[in-house]
Protein backbone atom coordinates (compact mmCIF):
# COMPACT_ATOMS: atom_id res chain seq x y z
CA UNK A 1 0.00 0.00 0.00
CA UNK A 2 1.32 3.52 -0.02
CA UNK A 3 0.50 7.18 1.46
CA UNK A 4 0.53 10.13 -0.41
CA UNK A 5 -0.13 13.72 0.88
CA UNK A 6 -0.02 16.71 -1.43
CA UNK A 7 -0.71 20.23 0.45
CA UNK A 8 -1.43 23.90 -1.68
CA UNK A 9 -1.34 26.98 0.39
CA UNK A 10 -0.71 30.42 -0.13
CA UNK A 11 2.99 29.95 0.52
CA UNK A 12 3.19 27.00 -1.92
CA UNK A 13 3.05 23.84 -1.96
CA UNK A 14 4.17 20.87 0.74
CA UNK A 15 4.17 16.78 -0.87
CA UNK A 16 4.92 14.38 1.32
CA UNK A 17 5.13 10.19 0.72
CA UNK A 18 5.85 6.67 2.06
CA UNK A 19 8.66 4.27 0.00
CA UNK A 20 6.73 0.86 0.95
CA UNK A 21 5.17 -1.25 -1.89
CA UNK A 22 4.87 -4.52 -0.39
CA UNK A 23 4.13 -5.85 2.95
CA UNK A 24 4.42 -8.79 4.93
CA UNK A 25 6.78 -11.60 7.38
CA UNK A 26 8.99 -11.82 4.95
CA UNK A 27 8.60 -9.84 2.04
CA UNK A 28 9.45 -5.86 2.62
CA UNK A 29 10.52 -3.56 -0.50
CA UNK A 30 10.45 -0.25 -1.17
CA UNK A 31 9.93 1.98 -3.96
CA UNK A 32 9.96 6.03 -4.21
CA UNK A 33 6.41 7.80 -4.75
CA UNK A 34 7.92 10.97 -5.53
CA UNK A 35 8.63 11.76 -8.93
CA UNK A 36 10.44 14.87 -10.48
CA UNK A 37 10.42 15.72 -14.42
CA UNK A 38 13.03 17.54 -16.42
CA UNK A 39 11.11 19.91 -17.82
CA UNK A 40 11.34 23.37 -19.45
CA UNK A 41 12.42 26.57 -16.83
CA UNK A 42 9.28 27.95 -17.26
CA UNK A 43 7.68 25.00 -15.09
CA UNK A 44 8.19 22.53 -12.28
CA UNK A 45 6.16 19.57 -12.42
CA UNK A 46 5.86 16.24 -9.43
CA UNK A 47 4.05 13.42 -9.53
CA UNK A 48 3.21 11.82 -6.39
CA UNK A 49 2.01 7.48 -7.08
CA UNK A 50 -0.21 5.06 -5.82
CA UNK A 51 -1.52 1.72 -6.79
CA UNK A 52 -0.13 -0.74 -8.82
CA UNK A 53 3.63 -0.50 -9.59
CA UNK A 54 3.62 -1.51 -12.99
CA UNK A 55 0.85 0.97 -14.40
CA UNK A 56 2.52 3.71 -12.45
CA UNK A 57 6.21 3.06 -13.96
CA UNK A 58 4.37 2.86 -17.74
CA UNK A 59 2.87 6.04 -16.66
CA UNK A 60 6.21 7.89 -15.74
CA UNK A 61 8.12 5.97 -18.32
CA UNK A 62 5.80 7.34 -20.68
CA UNK A 63 5.46 10.71 -19.32
CA UNK A 64 9.51 11.17 -20.11
CA UNK A 65 9.56 9.89 -23.42
CA UNK A 66 6.93 12.18 -24.88
CA UNK A 67 8.97 15.14 -23.17
CA UNK A 68 12.21 13.73 -24.74
CA UNK A 69 10.25 12.69 -28.42
CA UNK A 70 8.58 16.41 -28.25
CA UNK A 71 4.75 14.53 -29.07
CA UNK A 72 2.32 17.09 -29.41
CA UNK A 73 1.16 16.95 -25.98
CA UNK A 74 3.25 16.47 -23.07
CA UNK A 75 4.70 18.22 -19.43
CA UNK A 76 6.45 20.64 -21.84
CA UNK A 77 3.76 21.71 -24.08
CA UNK A 78 0.46 22.27 -21.67
CA UNK A 79 0.31 25.63 -20.69
CA UNK A 80 -1.96 24.67 -17.24
CA UNK A 81 -1.71 22.42 -14.31
CA UNK A 82 -5.38 20.88 -15.10
CA UNK A 83 -4.26 20.18 -18.53
CA UNK A 84 -0.99 18.31 -17.21
CA UNK A 85 -3.29 16.61 -15.14
CA UNK A 86 -6.12 15.83 -17.72
CA UNK A 87 -2.94 14.59 -19.32
CA UNK A 88 -2.05 12.41 -16.89
CA UNK A 89 -5.51 11.06 -16.51
CA UNK A 90 -5.70 10.09 -20.50
CA UNK A 91 -1.95 8.36 -20.40
CA UNK A 92 -2.93 6.09 -16.87
CA UNK A 93 -6.30 4.84 -18.63
CA UNK A 94 -4.36 3.56 -21.65
CA UNK A 95 -1.83 1.83 -19.55
CA UNK A 96 -4.29 0.51 -17.56
CA UNK A 97 -6.59 -0.83 -20.04
CA UNK A 98 -3.51 -2.39 -21.65
CA UNK A 99 -2.72 -4.24 -18.77
CA UNK A 100 -6.45 -5.21 -18.02
CA UNK A 101 -6.19 -6.93 -22.08
CA UNK A 102 -3.16 -9.12 -20.37
CA UNK A 103 -6.22 -11.85 -19.62
CA UNK A 104 -5.07 -12.31 -15.64
CA UNK A 105 -8.54 -12.05 -14.24
CA UNK A 106 -7.19 -11.23 -10.29
CA UNK A 107 -5.17 -9.06 -11.69
CA UNK A 108 -5.95 -4.84 -10.60
CA UNK A 109 -3.88 -2.50 -12.90
CA UNK A 110 -5.66 0.54 -11.58
CA UNK A 111 -3.67 3.60 -10.46
CA UNK A 112 -3.95 7.08 -8.41
CA UNK A 113 -1.84 10.30 -8.75
CA UNK A 114 -1.60 13.85 -7.61
CA UNK A 115 0.53 16.05 -9.79
CA UNK A 116 1.65 18.82 -8.32
CA UNK A 117 3.93 22.16 -9.26
CA UNK A 118 3.68 25.43 -11.02
CA UNK A 119 3.61 26.29 -14.76
CA UNK A 120 5.12 30.25 -15.74
CA UNK A 121 2.71 32.86 -13.86
CA UNK A 122 -0.06 30.74 -13.23
CA UNK A 123 -0.55 30.11 -9.47
CA UNK A 124 0.67 26.88 -8.00
CA UNK A 125 -1.57 23.98 -7.14
CA UNK A 126 -2.08 20.33 -6.89
CA UNK A 127 -4.24 17.76 -8.64
CA UNK A 128 -5.68 14.32 -7.45
CA UNK A 129 -5.88 12.19 -10.72
CA UNK A 130 -8.18 9.15 -10.01
CA UNK A 131 -7.55 5.76 -12.36
CA UNK A 132 -11.12 6.73 -14.48
CA UNK A 133 -8.39 9.73 -15.67
CA UNK A 134 -10.54 12.38 -14.02
CA UNK A 135 -9.56 14.98 -11.41
CA UNK A 136 -9.99 17.14 -8.98
CA UNK A 137 -8.25 20.09 -7.45
CA UNK A 138 -7.51 21.59 -3.43
CA UNK A 139 -10.15 24.33 -2.17
CA UNK A 140 -9.57 27.07 0.24
CA UNK A 141 -11.43 25.04 2.75
CA UNK A 142 -9.85 21.44 2.23
CA UNK A 143 -6.14 22.56 1.03
CA UNK A 144 -4.75 19.03 0.64
CA UNK A 145 -5.12 16.14 -1.18
CA UNK A 146 -4.54 12.05 -0.22
CA UNK A 147 -4.00 8.99 -1.93
CA UNK A 148 -3.42 5.20 -0.93
CA UNK A 149 -4.20 4.41 2.92
CA UNK A 150 -5.62 8.05 3.77
CA UNK A 151 -8.14 6.95 6.65
CA UNK A 152 -5.45 7.38 9.23
CA UNK A 153 -3.21 10.28 8.81
CA UNK A 154 -6.98 12.39 7.93
CA UNK A 155 -7.68 14.00 10.98
CA UNK A 156 -4.52 15.60 11.99
CA UNK A 157 -4.79 17.28 8.58
CA UNK A 158 -8.66 18.62 9.01
CA UNK A 159 -7.54 19.99 12.57
CA UNK A 160 -4.02 21.67 11.52
CA UNK A 161 -4.14 22.50 7.89
CA UNK A 162 -5.57 25.85 6.83
CA UNK A 163 -4.71 27.92 3.82
CA UNK A 164 -2.41 30.07 5.25
CA UNK A 165 -0.32 27.45 7.43
CA UNK A 166 3.44 27.99 6.84
CA UNK A 167 5.16 25.83 5.10
CA UNK A 168 7.33 24.29 7.43
CA UNK A 169 4.36 23.69 9.48
CA UNK A 170 2.74 22.35 7.21
CA UNK A 171 5.49 19.63 6.95
CA UNK A 172 5.26 18.64 10.19
CA UNK A 173 1.78 18.21 10.16
CA UNK A 174 2.11 15.72 7.40
CA UNK A 175 5.06 14.06 8.95
CA UNK A 176 2.88 13.36 12.16
CA UNK A 177 -0.29 12.71 9.63
CA UNK A 178 2.49 10.02 8.27
CA UNK A 179 3.33 8.65 10.99
CA UNK A 180 0.33 7.83 12.22
CA UNK A 181 -0.38 6.02 9.06
CA UNK A 182 2.44 3.92 9.36
CA UNK A 183 1.67 3.29 13.45
CA UNK A 184 -1.93 1.76 11.79
CA UNK A 185 -0.85 0.04 9.05
CA UNK A 186 1.93 -1.88 8.11
CA UNK A 187 1.64 -1.44 4.49
CA UNK A 188 3.36 1.83 4.68
CA UNK A 189 6.66 2.75 5.73
CA UNK A 190 9.91 4.45 5.46
CA UNK A 191 11.77 6.00 4.11
CA UNK A 192 9.66 9.21 4.03
CA UNK A 193 10.10 11.84 1.43
CA UNK A 194 9.21 15.21 2.16
CA UNK A 195 9.21 18.19 -0.53
CA UNK A 196 8.74 22.36 -0.23
CA UNK A 197 8.00 24.27 -3.28
CA UNK A 198 8.21 27.92 -2.45
CA UNK A 199 5.60 29.41 -4.51
CA UNK A 200 6.87 31.56 -8.52
CA UNK A 201 10.61 30.09 -7.02
CA UNK A 202 10.51 27.30 -10.06
CA UNK A 203 12.90 25.23 -7.87
CA UNK A 204 12.91 22.01 -6.36
CA UNK A 205 15.75 22.92 -4.06
CA UNK A 206 14.26 22.09 -0.36
CA UNK A 207 13.77 18.06 -0.33
CA UNK A 208 14.25 16.12 2.40
CA UNK A 209 14.21 12.17 2.73
CA UNK A 210 13.84 10.33 6.55
CA UNK A 211 14.81 6.84 6.99
CA UNK A 212 13.31 4.63 9.81
CA UNK A 213 16.35 5.68 12.35
CA UNK A 214 16.29 9.04 11.28
CA UNK A 215 16.59 11.49 14.37
CA UNK A 216 14.33 13.90 13.88
CA UNK A 217 11.83 11.88 12.74
CA UNK A 218 12.19 9.62 16.04
CA UNK A 219 12.14 12.75 18.09
CA UNK A 220 8.84 13.76 16.74
CA UNK A 221 6.84 10.77 17.12
CA UNK A 222 8.23 10.62 20.70
CA UNK A 223 6.91 14.48 21.11
CA UNK A 224 3.42 13.42 19.37
CA UNK A 225 3.06 10.78 20.97
CA UNK A 226 3.67 11.94 25.19
CA UNK A 227 2.15 15.33 23.94
CA UNK A 228 -1.38 13.34 23.10
CA UNK A 229 -0.82 11.72 26.41
CA UNK A 230 -0.79 14.53 28.59
CA UNK A 231 -3.56 16.03 26.33
CA UNK A 232 -5.38 12.95 27.40
CA UNK A 233 -4.61 12.87 30.87
CA UNK A 234 -6.03 16.55 31.25
CA UNK A 235 -9.43 15.68 29.36
CA UNK A 236 -12.65 16.27 31.79
CA UNK A 237 -13.80 13.52 33.28
CA UNK A 238 -17.84 12.23 32.98
CA UNK A 239 -19.01 11.82 36.37
CA UNK A 240 -21.00 8.14 37.42
CA UNK A 241 -23.79 10.49 38.60
CA UNK A 242 -24.92 11.69 35.37
CA UNK A 243 -25.64 7.96 34.66
CA UNK A 244 -29.20 6.13 34.38
CA UNK A 245 -29.94 2.54 33.64
CA UNK A 246 -30.29 1.22 30.49
CA UNK A 247 -33.47 1.40 28.52
CA UNK A 248 -35.13 -1.93 28.05
CA UNK A 249 -37.20 -2.46 24.83
CA UNK A 250 -40.36 -3.65 24.88
Known amino acids: MTYCIAVSLK ?3 VLTSDSRTNAGIDNVSTYGKMHAFTTASDRKIVLLSAGNLATTQA ?12 AEINLDSVSYLSEAADYVGHISVEKQRRHA ?8 PSATFILAGQIGQEPHGAYLVYPEGNCITTSRQTPYLQIGENKYGK ?9 DTSLHEAGRCCLISMDSTMRSNASVGA ?6 YHKD ?40 ADSRPLPVSC
Open 59 to 70: VIDQLKRDIKEQ
Open 201 to 240: SLTLDEYYCFQEDNEYLIQLRRMWHEKLKEAFATLPQFSK
Open 191 to 196: PVELLI
Open 11 to 13: DGL
Open 155 to 163: PVLDRFLKI
Open 101 to 108: DSGQSSFN
